[in-house]
């Protein structure tokens, strides 16, 4: 135990506030990415984080935490997916497709020129990889705030959009404002990936949406589980990412840590093979004619 | 139609209004006119097949019952008023063969409780009442016993059955099911016809049901809807379905054959 929690760990304040953001990042995407997952929208997920690093790499030329970038670019790539969305889907592939590539663009001349300003490289690890053992104390309430609103959201809405996964007639015939509700679903998204682009950055970001989610929806039969135990994936590959991370200090090269968003990616990943290596599939019983069909004469 | 089944239907026109009644209603989509003068109604218990061809229109004509769709031109009254949401809530719905992931994080149960208030906001408390209430919508169907099953790893009919209790269970007074027996082997497809043709005769629900193939229906149907060539014919099975009247719908020759109690559609030499 002594050489996983190394000595002044707990006491650390960055350590802290990582563990602190990490868990209100975690258990937000983990709750919002299982429907993220089961409405087919992974590829807006990625979307906006892409669109989120021309914000975030933005912000910090302006001089803004980049958190605030992140978060603007993403509403606003939300808006913009919710506009191209009433054309023809394949008009819809083709335009968020240049218009990524455009935002890639954009972020790649910004943290350039960022680099010409502070003279460090800093910057371009932070908005692409994650700083969560270097946020600032004062974006930590406007954070942990951000994250709840999105939970809030998502969790009146849990129902609704549950109804408009099954089928989007069925809710519409059941007067659901189908498109509203996703609309405000994408917005909660945008918030999400902005987090964990803050917490692993916006490279990354989807990967902690996405990965708790799938896992636990191999796992977890109803919704409330599902959300649960995504949440609680996320969490672990979080937590244990930091402490690992914090160890790694004193891995080779010695006096250099090993970045956050590596452990916790690569966690989420080995959580998700897992339930490949048993799957604790409950099968439904069968009628009995089809029993008859499967069982030994 | 059975003797049995024009007794209850005088009898039901005697004291109640048209439960549904479409009136002249004309649909165009893109431009093309795809139904027109579509008239008919529904009264309580009736169950009625919508039947027609791929591609005639029927799925066309549920969403605008629906209210999914704007018709170009007619009425839509539920017990003899304009739609409104109030009224919406007296339809029950079965959309066509719906492909759910069989990742799909909802058991049986949680789809049936979506039936019950999956339109409103926040989360539902476990109450005694509420799992009585799914657990009788499923019996209602046979599918009590696949309740905590995930519904995208039930079979074909079993899921059929879920969708059933799902529109079951906020009690309507009037059940739309779009092609509930496509894809289906022959004894779902049968068992599917006999739950709707009890819940029809023992809880009053108004059935009306698409199909491209009356034949499964014919024991059951009160009344056929059958569309063709963008309009509809209506009235008893054996009225509707000669080969004098479908040859007026269609516009060519088409013959009717009746085989061992079978009805066969075919285009006319």
Same mark, same amino acid.
């Given at each position: 135990m002594h050489y996983l929690f190394e000595p002044g760990l707990f006491a650390s304040g960055p350590v802290r506030t990582a563990l602190l953001v990490g868990a209100v990042v975690a258990v937000t995407s983990g709750v919002i990415g299982v429907f993220t997952v089961i409405r087919g929208q992974s590829f807006a997920g990625h979307s906006l984080a892409d669109v989120a690093t021309t914000g975030g790499s933005g912000a910090f030329l302006v001089g803004l935490n980049q958190f605030w970038g992140f978060l603007a670019a993403g509403i606003a790539a939300a808006a913009l997916m919710e506009g191209i969305g009433v054309q023809r889907?394949?008009?819809?592939?083709v335009a968020t497709g240049v218009v990524l590539?455009?935002?890639l663009g954009a972020a790649a001349l910004f943290l350039y020129l @960022?680099?010409?300003?502070? $003279?460090?490289?800093?910057? $371009?690890?932070?908005v692409l990889f994650g700083s969560i053992f270097v946020i600032s104390p004062d974006t930590v309430p406007a954070l942990i705030a951000s994250g709840i609103i999105a939970l809030v959201v998502v969790a009146l809405l849990t129902r609704v959009l549950l109804l408009s996964s099954l089928s989007s007639d069925l809710a519409r015939a059941k007067g659901v404002p189908v498109?509203?509700? @996703?609309m405000v679903y994408l917005a909660a998204l945008a918030v999400s990936v902005s987090l964990a682009a803050v917490a692993i950055g916006a490279v990354l970001s989807t990967a902690l949406l996405i990965g708790p989610s799938a896992t636990a929806l191999r796992v977890s039969k109803s919704p409330g589980w599902a959300m649960a135990v995504s949440a609680l994936t996320g969490v672990a590959a979080t937590w244990i990412g930091i402490v690992l991370a914090y160890d790694s200090y004193y891995w080779p090269p010695h006096g250099h840590g090993w970045p956050v968003s590596f452990f916790v990616v690569t966690l989420v990943l080995i959580g998700y093979l897992l339930t490949y290596v048993k799957r604790p599939r409950r099968l439904a019983p069968r009628s009995p004619h089809e029993g008859a069909e499967c069982s030994p004469a | 139609m059975t003797n049995e089944a024009a007794q209850r239907i005088a009898a039901a026109q005697a004291t109640q209004p048209d439960l549904l009644t479409l009136d002249g209603i004309g649909v165009r989509l893109g431009g093309r006119q795809v139904l027109s003068d579509v008239t008919f109604s529904l009264r309580?218990?009736?169950f009625t097949g919508i039947i027609g061809p791929n591609g005639a229109g029927k799925t066309t004509l549920l969403r605008v019952i629906l209210g999914l769709l704007e018709p170009s031109g007619g009425r839509v009254l539920i017990n003899g008023e304009p739609v409104d949401s109030k009224s919406k809530s007296a339809i029950g719905y079965v959309p066509q063969k719906l492909v759910i992931d069989p990742d799909m994080p909802l058991r049986a149960r949680d789809v049936v409780a979506l039936g019950l208030d999956g339109h409103r906001l926040g989360f539902a408390l476990p109450s005694r009442q509420r799992r009585d209430q799914i657990e009788a919508a499923l019996s209602d169907v046979g599918a009590a016993r696949y309740a905590d099953a995930r519904v995208g790893e039930l079979s074909g009919g079993e899921q059929q059955r879920v969708l059933i209790a799902h529109a079951l269970i906020s009690r309507p007074k009037l059940l739309l099911l779009d092609e509930p027996l496509a894809n289906l082997d022959l004894r779902s497809e049968q068992e599917i016809v006999a739950v709707l043709?009890?819940?029809a005769r023992e809880q009053q629900i108004a059935i009306l049901l698409s199909a491209h193939d009356m034949n499964p229906l014919l024991g059951v149907m009160d009344r056929i809807v059958y569309v063709a060539n963008g309009r509809v014919a209506t009235g008893p099975t054996d009225?509707?379905?000669t080969s004098e009247g479908l040859t007026r719908l269609y516009g060519h020759r088409v013959d009717v054959v009746r085989v061992q109690n079978r009805v066969l559609v075919v285009a006319g030499e």
């Open positions: 889907r394949r008009g819809r592939d590539g455009a935002a @960022g680099t010409l300003h502070t $003279s460090t490289t800093g910057a $371009s690890f932070t498109r509203i509700v @996703g | 309580k218990g009736e043709g009890r819940l009225e509707v379905v």
